[in-house]
């Protein structure tokens, strides 16, 4: 009996979170649905399946401009996360291994970097990348999204690094390890996991950015996807199912390689913020 | 064989040191260190970002916005509205699916994802699908049920008028809900079985072990996730800027486009700048109180 009634209670718990799931991503399969439809069809039958796939609006969508827009995407987004990991790990590794007076003065400066949205330094940085000539090329926004990346990446990593027993150091020292092959023979592989979930993350973070290129960039040629939807909005907004095939060529790809990689998506959005 | 004397192997460590952490260090100064500290020194003056002259002005920006300012009781307003609601309704909603999926089965994994899903879209991608999906007067899903119910009185223009905040941070706890929901899962799972196994002996009912049990246990989780919950609502710039680009007359303006607009729009310096100082003094006390709340032993 007792078995019977907490059975019952599971399909009902269930039946509620497929409801609430079905209800949370009801936007995005309206979105995905009526950038199925002709104009004519979504006016009349907006919630409704759309009686011809017209995936030729994904052609269209795209045909204006996403091919710049991906592009520049790609070129900042890999650039930056490389070079922000690189970064981080020899910051890293500089701090867990070498005890020096200035070490203290960096990690407070990391940990208080963590905490400062792009907001607060806004202007500053506006100039600062207008005056050094940066404005509208990869170098300004790969450097500004470096930076901002920095903070957290090395914190996270740091925390990995101080996690590897002196142990494996001296017996590495023993076997005639110089630095340079302690970083990459050692720490770098036993940190694998937390240095792909800092990858990800930065890889979220610079691909959706918006704020940064909308500040940093004023052609179309240089706009990342985000900028690039919002031009593609301005001009195309006669045709509301135009619009939905361009919100769908802006977020889809990078959704499909999420639901690839759920668990180190998840993992490493959520990993600096979960201590331990 | 000669051994290299203590200063020398000394003196190579702190070379290699600085070749190592030169780089990294140089372009995080230079990008992130010094905008920061220049947003202090600018509030300070009266500057447009363009001519050679800048005038000190001491407190003037200060003191010009919350006094005289009207749209900067406005943006403060909407702000904390927007911030108060993300901090709610973010951390209920992901504890109330963390309480669902907490235990790590295949179907719950399943769910997880689809729950954070929002949480991995482009920003002006979900504010467009829901401007026209949802929230356009004529064929929006929001307006389009409310007739079907025949609550057609109560159809509105859901991004203008009054309603541009709340409509906005709705779609805000959209995609922290799943950030939400698995800091919260974490939580709970950190939360050994031993301590309900006493509270069902001491006859604990199911709510009073939540609150007296659980809730407590969770303080550390819920601090973080207030505190990103606001450092997010405070600097919320994105979906504001996109969907209304701060309303007529400020109806949603919150800090940071008010801030925004002051520097490009306005061109002062010295008033984006002291915005810019203010959010990060909130910034900063918040943090250092969750800091402190979560070193205390309850």
Redesign the interface.
């Known amino acids: 009996m007792m078995i019977e009634g907490q059975r019952t209670l599971r399909i009902l718990k269930y039946l509620i979170v497929a409801l609430l799931a079905f209800a949370v991503l009801y936007p995005i399969l309206l979105c995905l649905v009526n950038s199925l439809k002709t104009d004519k069809e979504m006016y009349t039958n907006f919630l409704g399946l759309p009686r011809q796939y017209r995936w030729e609006n994904y052609v269209e969508a795209w045909s204006k401009g996403f091919t710049i827009y991906y592009r520049n995407t790609f070129i900042v987004t890999i650039l930056s996360v490389a070079v922000s990991i690189v970064g981080s790990l020899l910051l890293a590794y500089v701090l867990t291994r070498k005890r020096f007076k200035l070490n203290p003065i960096i990690y407070t400066l990391v940990i208080v970097g963590m905490t400062i949205p792009p907001q607060i330094s806004a202007t500053p940085l506006y100039l600062l990348v207008k005056d050094l000539r940066l404005m509208n090329r990869y170098a300004g926004l790969i450097l500004t999204f470096v930076a901002y990346r920095l903070p957290f990446t090395t914190f996270i990593i740091y925390g990995c690094f101080k996690g590897i027993p002196a142990q494996i150091e001296e017996a590495a020292n023993i076997d005639g390890c110089g630095e340079g092959q302690l970083l990459t023979r050692i720490f770098i592989p036993l940190s694998k996991p937390i240095i792909t979930a800092a990858m990800i993350f930065s890889l979220v973070y610079v691909w959706n950015n918006y704020f940064f290129p909308l500040m940093l960039t004023t052609t179309n040629e240089m706009k990342m996807i985000a900028n690039g939807l919002v031009q593609f909005q301005g001009q195309y907004r006669s045709s509301y199912t135009l619009m939905f095939a361009g919100s769908v060529v802006a977020f889809l790809p990078l959704l499909i390689v999420y639901f690839i990689a759920q668990k180190q998506f998840i993992m490493g959005m959520t990993s600096g913020a979960i201590k331990g | 064989m000669e051994h290299s004397t203590v200063q020398e192997t000394h003196r190579k460590?702190?070379l290699?040191?600085l070749a190592?952490?030169a780089?990294?260090?140089t372009?995080?100064i230079?990008?992130?260190?010094?905008?920061?500290l220049?947003?202090l020194v600018?509030s300070f003056f009266k500057w447009d970002?363009v001519s050679p002259e800048k005038v000190f002005v001491g407190l003037d920006n200060y003191v010009n916005l919350i006094l005289r300012e009207p749209l900067f009781s406005k943006s403060l307003r909407n702000t904390v509205t927007y911030t108060a609601m993300l901090i709610f309704f973010g951390t209920i909603s992901g504890l109330a699916?963390a309480l669902?999926?907490k235990v790590s089965t295949r179907?719950n994994?399943f769910?997880?994802?689809?729950?954070?899903?929002?949480?991995?879209?482009?920003?002006?991608?979900?504010g467009?699908?829901?401007k026209?999906?949802?929230y356009?007067p004529t064929?929006g899903?929001v307006n389009?049920v409310l007739k079907m119910l025949g609550l057609k009185s109560l159809t509105a223009t859901w991004l203008s008028g009054g309603t541009e905040v709340v409509c906005i941070v709705l779609i805000h706890i959209?995609t922290f809900?799943g950030?939400s929901m698995?800091?919260y899962i974490?939580g709970l799972n950190a939360i050994s079985e031993d301590l309900y196994e006493a509270a069902l002996i001491d006859g604990a009912g199911r709510v009073k072990t939540f609150i007296r049990v659980t809730l407590p246990l969770l303080g550390?989780t819920t601090g973080?996730v207030v505190l990103?919950a606001l450092?997010?609502g405070f600097?919320c710039?994105?979906y504001v800027y996109?969907l209304t680009k701060g309303g007529t007359n400020g109806s949603s303006e919150v800090l940071?486009t008010l801030?925004?607009k002051q520097?490009f729009t306005y061109g002062s310096?010295g008033k984006?700048?002291a915005i810019?100082?203010m959010?990060?003094l909130v910034?900063?006390v918040f943090?250092l109180l969750q800091r402190q709340l979560s070193r205390r032993d309850w």
């Not at chain 2, 769910?111 to 979900?126: D, Y």
């Open positions: 460590e702190f290699i040191y190592m952490a780089a990294p260090l372009v995080y230079i990008f992130f260190i010094l905008p920061n220049q947003t600018y970002g699916l669902l999926l179907i994994s769910f997880r994802s689809l729950f954070f899903a929002p949480g991995v879209l482009c920003a002006i991608a979900v467009l699908m829901w026209i999906g949802l356009d064929i899903a389009g959209w809900m950030f698995i800091m974490a550390d973080t990103l450092i997010n600097t710039f994105d996109f940071a801030l925004y520097m310096v984006s700048a810019s100082v959010l990060l910034i900063l943090s």
